[in-house]
């Protein structure tokens, strides 16, 4: 019988500049080499550096390894920690598989990924569908899995929603209205939202995802486009349909789960059901935060992961 933390999730108001960082490409700003890993699923682009207590960070379904940028900024390039950023095969410079990705195809990445730059465990920090990833990755690969950190999780509502469209409609509408017409769409949705950029309608679009679209750097809009892949959303939001949660009973290693208030992707009931299903769960709530806690509180999310030296959780 696991235990159950029942206390409310620690609720963190933050005063730092919202979304403070642009988002970019410049790898050797934090000393990354880039490496295409051969996989049983097709080459992976991973962007990583050797060091102690690697980080692995796993991006969500409308990113890259450039998501973690502002996280990266915010952290000074997290001190002198390992780091290994995946373009997961589909995202980023990461060619498509031939079969939509699974989440046991995903941590079968991740662990080749691993073994072939010769870390041996890593603390996981993912967003979005990288946050599921890396709960799976926790369950199938244990020892490989020092802890796991959830940033804007799509999990528990995200699952059900997915199981059940129609009553997604009332729990998740943006998810599932997303999802409907990312399905109708293909990938004729991406020339549409470049042509929504082009005639400046772009913020409209994508204002639900943020908690203030207007403020955002443009470089972070701008990667929203170009990193978005509709077969890979639809994809995911299959693998969570199907996908049985209570297997995330058997994780056994710290897991925490950062949410934003204003998130419509997630629910704030999420953290209160993950609380339900893992035995050692740390939840953080933040004010004034949409789907992209990395990218809008970047500062709020390093403090509550430790990932300065100088930092504590908040």
């Known amino acids: 019988m696991h235990a159950v933390d029942d206390r409310p999730p620690a609720r963190v108001v933050t005063a730092e500049p919202y979304a403070p960082f642009p988002i970019t490409a410049d790898a050797d700003r934090w000393g990354l080499q880039r490496t295409v890993v051969p996989t049983d699923v097709g080459p992976v682009v991973v962007h990583h550096r050797p060091g102690p207590a690697a980080l692995l960070l796993l991006h969500g379904v409308a990113g890259s ?12 390039g997290i001190d ?3 780091l290994v950023l995946v373009d997961l095969p589909g995202w980023g410079a990461s060619p498509a598989p031939l079969e939509p990705l699974g989440v046991d195809r995903a941590a079968s990445v991740l662990t080749t990924v691993l073994d072939a730059l010769a870390v041996p465990d890593v603390d996981v920090v993912g967003h979005s569908m990288g946050a599921f990833v890396g709960m799976h990755l926790a369950v ?5 899995v020092r802890s796991v950190a959830l940033v804007s999780g799509t999990t528990v509502a995200t699952a059900g929603a997915s199981r059940h469209p129609v ?3 009332l729990t998740l509408p943006a998810f599932t209205l997303l999802r409907a017409g990312l399905a109708i ?5 991406r020339p549409l939202l470049r042509g929504l950029r082009t005639i400046g309608l772009l913020p409209v679009l994508a204002a639900p995802v943020f908690s203030h679209v207007r403020r955002l750097d443009p470089s972070v ?5 170009d990193e978005l892949r509709p077969a890979g959303f639809t994809g995911a939001a299959r693998a969570a349909a199907a996908y049985d949660l209570d297997r995330w009973r058997g994780v056994t290693c710290q897991v925490t789960a950062i949410a934003g208030r204003d998130d419509v992707f997630a629910r704030v009931s999420d953290l209160a059901a993950l609380r339900g299903l893992l035995p050692d769960v740390r939840t953080v709530l933040l004010d004034d935060c949409g789907h992209f806690a990395h990218v809008e509180h970047p500062t709020a999310v390093a403090r509550t992961l430790d ?8």
Request: charged share 20%; glycine share 10%.
């Open 65 to 76: 390894w450039t998501t973690w940028t502002p996280l990266l900024s915010a952290a000074d």
């Open 80 to 82: 002198d920690r390992g």
């Open 140 to 144: 199938v690969a244990p020892g490989r």
């Open 167 to 169: 009553r997604g409609l």
């Open 185 to 189: 769409t293909g990938e004729t949705a």
């Open 221 to 225: 809009l701008e990667a929203f486009v």
């Open 307 to 314: 990932l300065v030296r100088s930092a504590r959780p908040s």
